[in-house]
């Protein structure tokens, strides 16, 4: 293939110009860690503790832009791996299943042969619940064994469960039950011997990916008479590990073949034609039968275009290999008659276009900057190129919703919940600095707990009073200011407000506008992406630069103000409002939003030491908040500060506050209980004027 002179210069442009949309190296690295860190809270924290949850595609990759608007795949498993692939590792009364790669499998598929429990023969000639007979006889486990619920939003692709959600960060979720084996397949063996001219992948990366093992996934070959007995086999780990270990443009010329594919091919031939997956697959057959030294920014363009080439053979030759199993070929059903021609000359007419294509794509406004940046000299294109960070807001945001929604997930079962899942936690926190952010929020949770068992006795216990302020310091490190919020709360219910305002002074003092709160709606920015760069950890945004809800259990009532009280019991059972994954735990627990509630405990506190400039000054704060910024729990924030005018006599004004609380939800709204006690202290006030 002969390479036009410009391409060169239009390669290093390029290279420069998706630098500027979110992929630099720093950033991409960044959202890598934090989607690791994602899929260890989730597994960790999850409340199916016989699962282990993997997060794979585009967004765990860092292979995406926000104009490609990518999902998220997570796959699930049960542990221990119940799948072998010889009798040999079978063990007495585990539920095995023996994987079966035979001529009546098709490649890239296994089917699932039971196993005794008490000893290593599998099943024949048996047939319920799963079990389902194959040609053979044999007793398979069938793949129609979907047990994913999430809720009513929810649609069904094949094995995988697609979860909308509109109030979170990401609007949809898919999600895959699958089992595990600890084994590499058979029919994937040729990859692990296969000769590499080029010595990529590295023997290292292969046999790391070899020990990673293989998900099957529950779905059939289309053109198998037994597709309802098959799994297909997918070794998305390794795929990942791959992707992880491209250099700079092998990333940029992957996202780059993604945007072609999105712009030019599924909007003729719709999503399932030629996917991301083929060219994932292309780029690692390019990349292990081609020179390191063709990988070099000065030859993106060149790169981009060997790939369409690529592809466009297999198209002609109506064969996609899998870069595991070559055997499977990846275009069947998919790529035939009229599309396979039409595919063919879309492909030559890009070609033949010579990289003009390129300004021609929207997304990120890429071809819009490619054309401007040929008008310009390569030093000033130098100055264009401004830090990206502002492109981590979807790794930034998923990693303290996931911690969010994990925190609340387990308080939403109790206090006898968070026990057996804090030892757990703790274990995970000595290894992974993750983990700890989570174990500190609950320990927030425990400590208050703790000290409300010890206040609401007779005689209060002092031992326990001291072992629960040890469990509230641990968790006031937590994040900027929901576990000091829980602190200066423990002391302010003793009437000990000196202590409380300090507190509530340092938190006040560090909750600058680059602090960004999270809540039941997922996460409000405010400047934190300002300060997202590759020498601030995952750790240091949740502790420095982000304040979450702060909850409080029933069984926490003796360390709560008494305003919160009441939210804990707004649910009477007599409504049924439907339900999504970030609010269900609302019924359960009272929630308040961590800035209304520094100014509401600051003016408790100020009320209860006769402060009344303070007291005034921290009632002004509170109607700030809420008439000028954004939060989570709107009706809860209202009814604090209806409680507060109370307290300052202000009945008519409390009243009309409570009426827009009850207007913005009239159903489990603590609202009501404080209009009765308004109701009732209006008669008080009028009867002592007769």
Same mark, same amino acid.
């Given at each position: 293939?002969?390479?036009?002179?410009?391409?060169?210069?239009?390669?290093?442009?390029?290279?420069?110009?998706?630098?500027?949309?979110?992929?630099?190296?720093?950033?991409?690295?960044?959202?890598?860690?934090?989607?690791?860190?994602?899929?260890?809270?989730?597994? =960790?924290?999850?409340?199916?503790?016989?699962?282990?949850?993997?997060?794979?595609?585009?967004?765990?990759?860092?292979?995406?832009?926000?104009?490609?608007?990518?999902?998220?795949?997570?796959?699930?498993?049960?542990?221990?791996?119940?799948?072998?692939?010889?009798?040999?590792?079978?063990?007495?009364?585990?539920?095995?299943?023996?994987?079966?790669?035979?001529?009546?499998?098709?490649?890239?598929?296994?089917?699932?042969?039971?196993?005794?429990?008490?000893?290593?023969?599998?099943?024949?000639?048996?047939?319920?619940?799963?079990?389902?007979?194959?040609?053979?006889?044999?007793?398979?486990?069938?793949?129609?064994?979907?047990?994913?619920?999430?809720?009513?939003?929810?649609?069904?692709?094949?094995?995988?469960?697609?979860?909308?959600?509109?109030?979170?960060?990401?609007?949809?979720?898919?999600?895959?039950?699958?089992?595990?084996?600890?084994?590499?397949?058979?029919?994937?063996?040729?990859?692990?011997?296969?000769?590499?001219?080029?010595?990529?992948?590295?023997?290292?990366?292969?046999?790391?990916?070899?020990?990673?093992?293989?998900?099957?996934?529950?779905?059939?070959?289309?053109?198998?008479?037994?597709?309802?007995?098959?799994?297909?086999?997918?070794?998305?780990?390794?795929?990942?590990?791959?992707?992880?270990?491209?250099?700079?443009?092998?990333?940029?010329?992957? =996202?780059?073949?993604?945007?072609?594919?999105?712009?030019?091919?599924?909007?003729?031939?719709?999503?399932?034609?030629?996917?991301?997956?083929?060219?994932?697959?292309?780029?690692?057959?390019?990349?292990?039968?081609?020179?390191?030294?063709?990988?070099?920014?000065?030859?993106?363009?060149?790169?981009?275009?060997?790939?369409?080439?690529?592809?466009?053979?297999?198209?002609?030759?109506?064969?996609?290999?899998?870069?595991?199993?070559p055997a499977e070929n990846m275009f069947l059903d998919k790529v035939n008659g009229p599309v396979q021609i039409n595919l063919c000359n879309m492909l030559h007419y890009l070609l033949?276009?010579?990289?003009?294509?390129?300004?021609?794509?929207?997304?990120?406004?890429?071809?819009?900057?490619?054309?401007?940046?040929?008008?310009?000299?390569?030093?000033?294109?130098?100055?264009?190129?401004?830090?990206?960070?502002?492109?981590?807001?979807?790794?930034?945001?998923?990693?303290?919703?996931?911690?969010?929604?994990?925190?609340?997930?387990?308080?939403?079962?109790?206090?006898?919940?968070?026990?057996?899942?804090?030892?757990?936690?703790?274990?995970?926190?000595?290894?992974?600095?993750?983990?700890?952010?989570?174990?500190?929020?609950?320990?927030?949770?425990?400590?208050?707990?703790?000290?409300?068992?010890?206040?609401?006795?007779?005689?209060?216990?002092?031992?326990?009073?001291?072992?629960?302020?040890?469990?509230?310091?641990?968790?006031?490190?937590?994040?900027?200011?929901?576990?000091?919020?829980?602190?200066?709360?423990?002391?302010?219910?003793?009437?000990?407000?000196?202590?409380?305002?300090?507190?509530?002074?340092?938190?006040?003092?560090?909750?600058?506008?680059?602090?960004?709160?999270?809540?039941?709606?997922?996460?409000?920015?405010?400047?934190?992406?300002?300060?997202?760069?590759?020498?601030?950890?995952?750790?240091?945004?949740?502790?420095?630069?982000?304040?979450?809800?702060?909850?409080?259990?029933?069984?926490?009532?003796?360390?709560?103000?008494?305003?919160?009280?009441?939210?804990?019991?707004?649910?009477?059972?007599?409504?049924?409002?439907?339900?999504?994954?970030?609010?269900?735990?609302?019924?359960?627990?009272?929630?308040?939003?961590?800035?209304?509630?520094?100014?509401?405990?600051?003016?408790?506190?100020?009320?209860?030491?006769?402060?009344?400039?303070?007291?005034?000054?921290?009632?002004?704060?509170?109607?700030?908040?809420?008439?000028?910024?954004?939060?989570?729990?709107?009706?809860?924030?209202?009814?604090?500060?209806?409680?507060?005018?109370?307290?300052?006599?202000?009945?008519?004004?409390?009243?009309?506050?409570?009426?827009?609380?009850?207007?913005?939800?009239?159903?489990?709204?603590?609202?009501?209980?404080?209009?009765?006690?308004?109701?009732?202290?209006?008669?008080?006030?009028?009867?002592?004027?007769?």
């Amino acid at each position: 293939m002969e390479v036009p002179d410009y391409y060169d210069v239009v390669s290093v442009r390029l290279m420069k110009i998706l630098d500027t949309i979110g992929l630099m190296e720093k950033i991409r690295w960044k959202r890598i860690e934090m989607w690791t860190q994602v899929e260890e809270l989730f597994t =960790v924290a999850s409340c199916e503790i016989t699962k282990k949850i993997h997060i794979f595609g585009s967004q765990a990759e860092a292979t995406t832009i926000s104009g490609l608007i990518s999902d998220i795949d997570i796959v699930y498993h049960p542990i221990p791996e119940p799948v072998i692939d010889d009798l040999q590792s079978w063990e007495p009364n585990s539920r095995t299943a023996l994987m079966i790669m035979d001529d009546t499998t098709p490649p890239g598929y296994v089917k699932l042969q039971k196993v005794c429990n008490d000893a290593p023969f599998p099943i024949y000639n048996l047939q319920k619940e799963q079990l389902k007979l194959d040609m053979h006889g044999r007793s398979c486990i069938s793949n129609n064994t979907n047990n994913v619920t999430l809720g009513t939003h929810t649609e069904y692709h094949g094995p995988a469960v697609t979860y909308k959600d509109s109030q979170s960060t990401f609007k949809s979720f898919d999600v895959v039950l699958a089992l595990a084996s600890h084994s590499w397949p058979y029919t994937a063996s040729e990859w692990i011997t296969r000769r590499r001219e080029h010595n990529w992948p590295s023997q290292e990366t292969i046999s790391i990916i070899q020990k990673s093992g293989t998900l099957l996934v529950p779905i059939g070959h289309k053109s198998s008479p037994e597709r309802h007995l098959e799994w297909r086999i997918s070794l998305s780990y390794g795929e990942k590990i791959l992707v992880w270990q491209f250099n700079s443009t092998q990333y940029k010329c992957y =996202v780059v073949l993604k945007m072609i594919n999105k712009y030019f091919i599924k909007k003729c031939f719709g999503e399932n034609v030629v996917t991301s997956y083929h060219w994932k697959t292309c780029m690692f057959y390019m990349i292990e039968t081609t020179p390191t030294v063709l990988w070099q920014p000065q030859h993106l363009l060149h790169c981009i275009e060997l790939c369409l080439m690529k592809m466009c053979t297999w198209i002609e030759e109506l064969n996609c290999p899998n870069y595991f199993i070559p055997a499977e070929n990846m275009f069947l059903d998919k790529v035939n008659g009229p599309v396979q021609i039409n595919l063919c000359n879309m492909l030559h007419y890009l070609l033949s276009h010579k990289g003009k294509y390129l300004t021609m794509i929207p997304y990120d406004g890429i071809g819009q900057k490619l054309k401007i940046a040929s008008q310009s000299p390569m030093t000033q294109l130098n100055d264009e190129v401004k830090d990206s960070s502002e492109y981590m807001v979807d790794a930034v945001g998923m990693t303290l919703n996931t911690i969010h929604k994990n925190w609340f997930d387990i308080l939403s079962d109790g206090v006898e919940r968070i026990l057996p899942l804090f030892k757990r936690l703790f274990y995970h926190a000595v290894r992974q600095e993750i983990c700890t952010l989570l174990y500190r929020f609950l320990c927030s949770n425990l400590g208050s707990h703790l000290a409300s068992q010890c206040l609401k006795q007779q005689k209060i216990d002092q031992e326990g009073l001291r072992i629960a302020y040890e469990f509230l310091l641990l968790g006031s490190a937590s994040d900027v200011a929901s576990g000091k919020l829980k602190l200066a709360t423990f002391y302010f219910v003793q009437n000990n407000g000196i202590l409380a305002e300090h507190i509530l002074q340092n938190i006040e003092e560090n909750y600058t506008i680059l602090v960004s709160t999270v809540g039941a709606e997922g996460i409000k920015y405010s400047k934190i992406l300002k300060i997202m760069d590759e020498n601030i950890s995952t750790a240091d945004v949740v502790r420095y630069y982000s304040a979450f809800s702060v909850p409080y259990l029933p069984s926490e009532m003796y360390c709560t103000p008494r305003a919160l009280i009441a939210e804990m019991f707004r649910s009477t059972g007599s409504h049924h409002v439907s339900l999504n994954l970030y609010n269900y735990y609302w019924q359960s627990l009272a929630v308040v939003d961590p800035k209304l509630y520094l100014y509401f405990l600051r003016h408790q506190c100020s009320r209860q030491q006769n402060k009344k400039t303070q007291k005034m000054v921290a009632l002004s704060s509170m109607i700030w908040v809420i008439l000028h910024e954004q939060f989570n729990y709107k009706d809860t924030a209202l009814n604090l500060l209806a409680y507060c005018l109370k307290e300052d006599g202000l009945l008519v004004q409390s009243y009309a506050v409570l009426s827009t609380s009850m207007k913005m939800k009239n159903h489990h709204n603590a609202a009501k209980w404080q209009i009765g006690t308004l109701v009732n202290a209006a008669f008080r006030l009028l009867g002592g004027r007769h």
